[in-house]
């Protein structure tokens, strides 16, 4: 398999996300954001498990925690503490901060190259990510301003752990691994903040089945390959991709209209994500040869690609 298929193909996840705005706001029930996340995770999480039969040995009961806390479990109470705080263009603002702290922490623990090109894709990915989604009248919060930046921390970590850590199984088990985890993380949160669940109607039900089937079941599988056969600080750019689509599904299903400015920074953060794929062999800030205890492992199944 080619890297421009792979990227493709691992960009169908932040695009399969960038639907869960629009689906939140249109069929869920209000007031439940990590019930969403719990059912999102939780339901999909056990499928993929259970498709693969393959459950964690050794160390990995544990790596599978801290990846399924810091990639599905505290990235989603994070991210929807900094929603219900902020307005949301100042919080996929702050989400859009995570490739340049991929960037440094993919440099620090897995040895890629801190290049200034890389960099001044994260900076063009924020600006455009900010000219998209702000609005002038947007209102900040300390708290929510915090959960945030520490969202796009954990969600930082989580893809550079996976990347030095690398995938002792296949896929779908190791994507089921971390959903389950996340989902279990998530579950005496919601219990302890949200209570219990509301009677669902149709389109609620319709919604969390779309989360959790091409939302986790279908995306993360995809995602976490992605992240293992790719350069992980490339990969953290596709994730800009979510808020472009749900600037597009405003468009085309809730009638609204982008300004110029907005337009421009669609193009900025597709051009951010577009330059970041490319191989940067110039411009480097330093170079890091992995070390031994750097090695990452790989699962038979990816070598043959």
Known sequence: MSPVTRTLLTASAPVAWGTTYWVTAELLPPGHPLWAGLLRA??????LVALSGHLPRGDWWWRAAVLGTLNIGAFFALLFAAAYRLPGGVAATLGAV?????ALLAHLLVGERLTLHRLICGVIGVVGVG????????????????AGLAGAASMATGSVLTKRWGNPTTPLAFAG????????????LALAVEGTLPTLDAGAVAGYLWLALPGA???YPLWFRGIGTLPVGAVAFLALLSPAVAALIGVGLAGEHLTGPQWAGFALALGAVAAAQVPPHRWPMGSATPSPGHTVRMHPAQKEN
């Open 217 to 219: 079941a279908l995306a």
């Open 98 to 102: 995570s490739p340049l702290l991929v």
């Open 177 to 188: 691994w971390q959903l389950t985890a996340g989902g279990l993380f998530l579950l005496p």
């Open 42 to 47: 939780l339901p999909a999480g056990l499928l």
């Open 131 to 146: 000219l998209m989604v702000l609005r002038a009248s947007a209102a900040l919060d300390a708290v929510g301003v915090a």
